[in-house]
């Protein structure tokens, strides 16, 4: 390292033996033998979050091979070790699930959501994932890459996540035959009609005589490994973070109408919430949003002025917060 001082270079007397170091670092590195530790790898997976229809729904894949041959899963697979950054890998997946391209990607909020290593999480082999939480406006329609037979976009409410709600996660370690997720898909009337944001066309049809009974409730679908509790974690996070970050409108188009924001907080919370008061608060918390001066090409439902639309701010935390009411009633 040569330091400046007054014009004049001085050499670092403590760098002066790196060349004997660097000799013995490569020393070690020659001589280093990776084989001597336990082998592990690497994988991300992704709980990617939209709405389709005002519903939330969470991104899955059938998988094609074994372990867990026909169980749905997580998008996700093995980091390409020494080529691609967890960041990487995490894209990588995405887009081969979705067909987004680069420039489309750049529209979606993907942050690393947290690691899982519990020894027992995959049969194969110890196996270390970082799991990514990723959601975005219009996310098109589910397709199935790599080693997966199929890709659905599944409404969160159809997910068996009770274990991984109490803190128990379903580990996967007894594999689910290939009929089992078959029998919990619903019946295609339950599909809704159209496709994309505005209608259904996320979650497959059953491809046997297995579904419920008329009138009954479609059973839980069980996920494999431990995704029950990656998913589980991302909603508590993507709750979470919409308290007090703008990420809800992530969700949305460039523009929207307070009405549309709304629409995410109660999908994503799961609870109703009261307009008046949404609105006021919204329009009360500096650098939320702002407004485009334009409004809605109609009117509302009921008729009435157009709404008008709004932007996303350039405030990076929301001050003050919007709570959930759960929580809000429990700070009076």
Not at 5 to 20: I, K, N, W
Request: proline share 8%; glycine share 14%; charged share 25%.
């Amino acid at each position: 390292m040569r330091i400046t001082c007054q014009g004049v270079a001085v050499v670092d007397a403590d760098r002066q033996g790196g060349g004997a170091e660097d000799g013995g670092e490569r020393a070690f590195l020659a001589a280093y033998d990776p084989r001597e530790f336990p082998a592990i790898a690497v994988t991300v997976d992704i709980v990617a979050l939209t709405l389709r229809g005002g519903v939330l729904h969470v991104l899955l894949v059938e998988r094609g091979g074994r372990p867990f041959q026909g169980a749905w899963a997580l998008p996700g697979g093995f980091v390409r070790a020494g080529r691609e950054s967890l960041d990487e890998a995490a894209a990588r997946e995405l887009a081969e699930e979705t067909g987004l391209d680069a420039a489309q990607l750049e529209r979606v909020h993907l942050e690393q959501l947290g690691s899982y290593g519990d020894p027992g999480r995959d049969p194969r082999m110890p196996v270390v994932t970082v799991a990514y939480l990723a959601f975005a406006p219009d996310l098109p329609e589910a397709r199935g890459g790599g080693d997966a037979s199929a890709a659905a976009w599944i409404p969160v409410s159809r997910l068996d996540l009770g274990a991984a709600a109490e803190g128990g996660a379903a580990r996967g370690s007894v594999p689910r035959g290939p009929g089992e997720p078959d029998a919990a898909r619903p019946r295609p009337q339950e599909q809704g009609p159209g496709h994309g944001t505005d209608g259904g066309g996320s979650v497959p049809g059953p491809a046997d005589d297995t579904t419920p009974a008329e009138g009954a409730a479609p059973a839980p679908l069980p996920l494999a490994f431990d995704h029950a509790r990656i998913v589980a974690d991302g909603l508590d996070r993507a709750r979470a973070k919409i308290e007090y970050t703008p990420l809800a409108t992530a969700f949305l188009g460039r523009e929207f109408t307070i009405v549309e924001l709304r629409g995410v907080y109660e999908s994503v919370w799961g609870s109703p919430l009261h307009a008046g008061n949404f609105h006021r608060k919204v329009l009360s918390v500096p650098g939320f949003v702002e407004s485009t001066g334009a409004t809605a090409a109609r009117g509302g439902a009921r008729g009435g002025p157009r709404a008008r639309l709004y932007r996303a701010g350039d405030a990076r935390l929301l001050h003050p917060a919007l709570l959930r009411p759960d929580r809000e009633d429990g700070v009076r």
